[in-house]
């Protein structure tokens, strides 16, 4: 049953509209172990973008690099159009605290998506059902508990011992705790919502931390609107962990079988 009180996900991504300045501040209840859960960072910016009065179309592309940590309170987001043609809009933001220190620099592409040919390459993941799969319980960091996490394959098993190889690979149901109608910014939400591969490769928590993030969106609002959901299947997969910094890929697919977003990141580790 769908929430109609205000969900904590819009109350932690709210922005207040300036001129080219908009402002926002961090929400506890998607707080980290040392910062805000990137994925809600991310939805932020997202939202700066959709409810942009000069925005047209729908969100195609967002890069998002995690310049510096973000501190718990109030920031200011410089929102800057920086080409626009008949289809597409390219858009620059800049995340600012501290009298102008640069806490993230992002980068997205909307686009008017059109009619036309159309055909999956990717084939749907099996997956044992939400409601026949295990929740996973719940986490010390506040932004975990806001997610019913259901894993399917590759559920992280820290202090395990293990002799088998290392192996990253998750697939897995996600859902807002509190149900929410999935939308853009859920779908940027969760592209980041995977702990950590290395996590799942060494067994442990070790300190980790997101540098970039790309989310390609395969669908615009009217086909989440006809999708009518409010939980994806997710796998993602690392391939290969070196000199401190390790890759991540994923999927996030609709029950019905459609392809909502592909996303990728490179992140930082320490082991």
Known sequence: MLTKTPHLFDDATTVTAGDSRWQGKTSDDYWAFVGPFGGATA??????????????GDPLALTVNYCAPVAQGAFDLDVRLVKANRSSQHWSVEMTQGGGDVATLATAVFAERRPSWSHQQAKFPDATPFEQTLPYPKTAASWVKQYD?????????????????????????IADRVPRKIDALSLIAMSDAFFGRIFHAKRELVPFGTVSLTTYFHVDAADLAAEDITRVLAEADAKIFHKSYGDQNGELWSPSGRLLATTTQIAYFKA
């Open 43 to 56: 939805a932020t910016i997202l939202r700066a973008l959709i409810d942009h009065p000069q925005r047209a």
């Open 149 to 173: 996490f259901r894993f399917v394959e590759g559920e992280p098993k820290f202090g395990a011992p293990s002799s088998a190889a290392p192996d990253a690979y998750s697939k897995l149901w």
